[in-house]
């Protein structure tokens, strides 16, 4: 293989090791990191004694991000606030055209399943996401990760109960999400109180993710009247060289507030049964980087 056949080889699969890796980390720049880890691996190997570059590839991000993911939970890194995921633009255009595959993008890349995916260990998480999210088969996951078939179907039957269990259920159409997105930015905007309570489900919970570099809730908030309360007064605050536009990240419409232009806070709605149930905020400036960048990490259908 030359190497300008395994530059090509990289390229058509970087999407894909991106989507692991960023599955596997939540973090945007650090899957980067890893696939190009991956790249420094396959451009040092031996390839002739590579027989499927796919399946080496996927085996190299995959391990290398399990070794990022295991480090990062033996330092115990501390984290100021509530954590949340990376955003991740998934607004690829007609990558993506069947509602099918739109779906199951949305759903493996949703706040929801990361957050939940961040509590599994770092072996049930790679094997949870090669199973569910690229429907790898059973004796595959086990090669690629060096161990028995029956101990990767353990592994990933724990890990799927787990997210099934703690998972919220957001089953929304665009349609309507699209709709409860404009009434909820109209009302936080003016600061209608009335307006957020009537979207507002009871239970409702707000996580604000910061990293003490930005102003946000330490601690999360529940009940429609402390998150309805929260919303209307930071919504009249004053707001010079402020705009807002939706976008699409981690497979569903969001709210981009920007500040002279450049990316300040991320609003994303869980929405279960017509009501908004979840209200996440990132305001961490280094998570929102990769929305000042106008670029997706990878395409929608190789991911």
Same mark, same amino acid.
């Given at each position: 293989?030359?190497?300008?056949?395994?530059?090509?080889?990289?390229?058509? !699969?970087?999407?894909?090791?991106?989507?692991?890796?960023?599955?596997?980390?939540?973090?945007?720049?650090?899957?980067?990191?890893?696939?190009?880890?991956?790249?420094?691996?396959?451009?040092?190997?031996?390839?002739?004694?590579?027989?499927?570059?796919?399946?080496?590839?996927?085996?190299?991000?995959?391990?290398?991000?399990?070794?990022?993911?295991?480090?990062?939970?033996?330092?115990?890194?501390?984290?100021?606030?509530?954590?949340?995921?990376?955003?991740?633009?998934?607004?690829?255009?007609?990558?993506?055209?069947?509602?099918?595959?739109?779906?199951?993008?949305?759903?493996?890349?949703?706040?929801?399943?990361?957050?939940?995916?961040?509590?599994?260990?770092?072996?049930?998480?790679?094997?949870?996401?090669?199973?569910?999210?690229?429907?790898?088969?059973?004796?595959?996951?086990?090669?690629?990760?060096?161990?028995?078939?029956?101990?990767?179907?353990?592994?990933?039957?724990?890990?799927?109960?787990?997210?099934?269990?703690?998972?919220?259920?957001?089953?929304?159409?665009?349609?309507?999400?699209?709709? /409860?997105?404009?009434?909820?930015?109209?009302?936080?905007?003016?600061?209608? /109180?009335?307006?957020?309570?009537?979207?507002?489900?009871?239970?409702?919970?707000?996580?604000?993710?910061?990293?003490?570099?930005?102003?946000?809730?330490?601690?999360?908030?529940?009940?429609?009247?402390?998150?309805?309360?929260?919303?209307?007064?930071?919504?009249?605050?004053?707001?010079?060289?402020?705009?807002?536009?939706?976008?699409?990240?981690?497979?569903?419409?969001?709210?981009?507030?920007?500040?002279?232009?450049?990316?300040?806070?991320?609003?994303? /709605?869980?929405?279960?049964?017509?009501?908004?149930?979840?209200?996440?905020?990132?305001? !961490?400036?280094?998570?929102?980087?990769?929305?000042?960048?106008?670029?997706?990490?990878?395409?929608? !259908?190789?991911?």
């Amino acid at each position: 293989m030359t190497t300008e056949t395994a530059i090509d080889v990289f390229e058509e !699969n970087r999407p894909l090791l991106t989507g692991v890796a960023y599955r596997m980390l939540g973090r945007v720049a650090d899957a980067e990191d890893v696939v190009q880890d991956a790249w420094l691996r396959w451009s040092g190997a031996d390839r002739t004694e590579v027989r499927e570059p796919r399946a080496y590839l996927v085996r190299v991000t995959t391990r290398l991000a399990l070794d990022r993911l295991r480090q990062v939970k033996s330092r115990g890194e501390a984290y100021v606030g509530p954590w949340l995921p990376e955003p991740y633009p998934t607004d690829f255009g007609d990558t993506v055209p069947d509602t099918a595959d739109r779906a199951l993008l949305a759903d493996s890349v949703s706040l929801a399943v990361l957050v939940v995916l961040e509590s599994l260990s770092p072996l049930e998480r790679a094997v949870f996401v090669l199973r569910e999210a690229f429907g790898y088969p059973y004796a595959e996951i086990a090669h690629l990760l060096d161990r028995g078939e029956p101990a990767v179907r353990q592994l990933a039957g724990r890990a799927r109960r787990h997210v099934e269990e703690r998972r919220p259920r957001f089953d929304v159409d665009p349609a309507q999400r699209r709709r /409860l997105t404009e009434r909820f930015l109209a009302a936080a905007t003016e600061g209608d /109180l009335d307006g957020l309570l009537s979207l507002l489900a009871p239970d409702v919970r707000l996580v604000g993710d910061s990293g003490g570099k930005a102003k946000a809730p330490v601690r999360e908030l529940f009940t429609a009247g402390k998150v309805g309360r929260f919303l209307a007064a930071v919504g009249t605050q004053p707001s010079a060289g402020m705009a807002h536009r939706f976008i699409e990240v981690n497979g569903g419409v969001a709210v981009l507030v920007l500040s002279e232009g450049r990316p300040d806070t991320l609003f994303q /709605l869980g929405i279960t049964d017509g009501a908004i149930s979840a209200v996440y905020i990132t305001r !961490n400036p280094d998570k929102l980087c990769v929305l000042a960048e106008g670029r997706p990490p990878g395409r929608a !259908n190789s991911m």
